[in-house]
């Protein structure tokens, strides 16, 4: 289960570049940071790569599904994740590349999570499951047109959501491997029980040749 490290270098670099982003505050160290204010930017590669901090309320792209929904989609996220981790778990022996995408989907799905259960709470304005997640990558995109709406702009997202995506693109790339590598490993098992089994019959057959001749001598 060493794959489960990718998970968790993933949660604890989502967590601290979104600290960094939000500012964070400690009294007892006389420690505050402020970060960024909503909507700033800060360029890093021109106009094509900024930091642009941005709250999602709930869904992707800004989408607000509503604070009942929303409660559900948080839990949802915590079963989910939980889940990840089991199955991850029993794929423990499969290939690398299938292993990899799952830990950096369950990486992403618990850094997002984080923000949903405890940011509301950590800075103080909604209770546990309803804080809001923290984006701030943004990149340049090509002109497009999508149901009567015009993007020049990737959504701005986090590494969590890039973590998904990873994994996500690892799980496609990889799948007719995933699935040519288990169906020789059953071939080969199937194989081995035929040869098993004929290998018993053979001696089945001697034992009982050599019983027969045995008794004809005794005759």
């Known amino acids: ?9 993933v949660v604890v670099l989502d ?11 400690i009294p007892s160290l006389n420690v505050n940071f402020a970060g960024m204010t909503q909507g700033q930017r800060i ?11 941005i709250e ?26 939980a889940g990840l981790l089991v199955y991850l778990y029993y794929i423990r022996n499969q290939n690398f590349s299938l292993r990899l995408s799952i830990a950096f989907i369950l990486g992403g799905a618990v850094g997002n999570l984080i923000d949903r259960m405890f940011y509301g709470v950590f800075y103080g304005y909604a209770p546990l499951f309803y804080g809001k997640v923290v984006d701030f990558l943004d990149f340049d995109f090509f002109n497009i047109s999508l149901l009567g709406r015009s993007y020049d702009r990737w959504p701005i997202f986090n590494f969590a959501d890039a973590a998904v995506s990873i994994g996500v693109l690892i799980l496609i790339l990889f799948y007719k491997r995933h699935n040519k590598e288990k169906e020789e490993t059953e071939a080969f098992e199937t194989n081995l029980q035929v040869e098993s089994n004929a290998g018993q019959q053979i001696t089945k057959e001697d034992l009982n040749g050599e019983t027969d001749k045995g008794k004809e001598i005794q005759d």
């Open 56 to 81: 999602n309320p709930g869904m992707a792209f800004g989408y607000d599904p509503g604070s009942q929904v929303k409660l559900w989609i948080s839990l949802f996220s915590l079963l989910a994740s």
């Open 1 to 9: 289960m060493r794959i489960v490290f990718v998970s968790i270098v």
């Open 15 to 25: 967590q601290l570049s979104k600290i960094f982003v939000k500012g964070f505050s």
């Open 43 to 53: 360029p890093i590669i021109g106009d094509f790569f900024r930091l642009t901090f």
